[in-house]
């Protein structure tokens, strides 16, 4: 099986541009898809990205979602950061029996 | 709009049972494979158990395999967790979600979860 790697945090400032990395230990990122999920503190997680790129309704489009086949990795863009992306993201993706796996999440601060 | 109700949780001693429920409307509950997913107080998501559209398939986390058991019942729109044998470690907040794409392999809808707690 693989593993997906987060940092344990970020932090960045309002209004600028942040980007978390996900990156698969062995198998090509390419060949499951990479979600990303966020989990405001005291709350249940959302879905900010599937797909690898895909929004669902009412995300808006200051979040955006990139696979990199040279570095194995899936990247999340967060641009214009508000205080109120302040979460903890994880990114998932699942293996050839359809077991998910997770990211260990990254913590995201703006300040 | 889809919602998920979990429930079932609570305070139970080590090595006993508990049987978690997520209640699942808005959406073809029928049509669609179902997760479990967990977290630990502090600790990040953890895959815990899938169960396909009919009930037919089923997989579980090495973690659990053999201590827990995921059915769903498709005439009340209800997919269960059963838990035997429970450790400190499986205590945390169990999610249900409804599994998209051709393999399930992503939700876009979590429910709040319920809280297990194992202690003496």
């Known amino acids: 099986n693989f593993m997906l790697t987060q940092p344990h945090s970020v932090s960045e400032s309002p209004g600028k541009t942040v980007t978390i990395s996900c990156t698969r230990s062995s198998g090509s990122i390419a060949s499951n898809y990479v979600q990303w999920y966020r989990q405001r503190p005291g709350s249940a997680p959302s879905t900010v990205i599937y797909e690898d790129k895909k929004r669902p309704s009412g995300v808006p489009d200051r979040f955006s979602g990139s696979i990199d086949s040279s570095s194995n990795s899936a990247s999340l863009t967060i641009s214009g950061l508000k205080t109120e992306d302040e979460a903890d993201y994880y990114c998932?993706?699942?293996?050839?029996?359809?077991?998910?796996?997770f990211g260990g999440g990254t913590k995201l601060t703006v300040l | 709009q889809v919602q998920l109700v979990e429930s079932g949780g609570g305070v139970v001693q080590p090595g006993r049972s508990l049987r978690l429920s997520c209640a699942a409307s808005g959406f073809t509950f029928r049509s669609y494979a179902m997760h479990w997913v967990r977290q630990a107080p502090g600790k990040g998501l953890e895959w815990v158990a899938l169960?396909?559209?009919?009930?037919?398939?089923?997989?579980?986390a090495d973690s659990v395999k053999g201590r827990f058991t995921i059915s769903r019942d498709n005439s009340k729109n209800t997919v269960y967790l059963q838990m035997y044998s429970l450790r400190p470690e499986d205590r945390g907040v169990y999610y249900c979600a409804p599994g998209f794409g051709s393999g399930a392999y992503y939700t876009d809808s979590w429910g709040q979860g319920t809280l297990v707690t194992v202690s003496s």
């Open positions: 169960i396909s559209d009919d009930g037919s398939i089923k997989y579980y």
């Open positions: 998932q993706s699942y293996d050839s029996t359809n077991h998910w796996v």
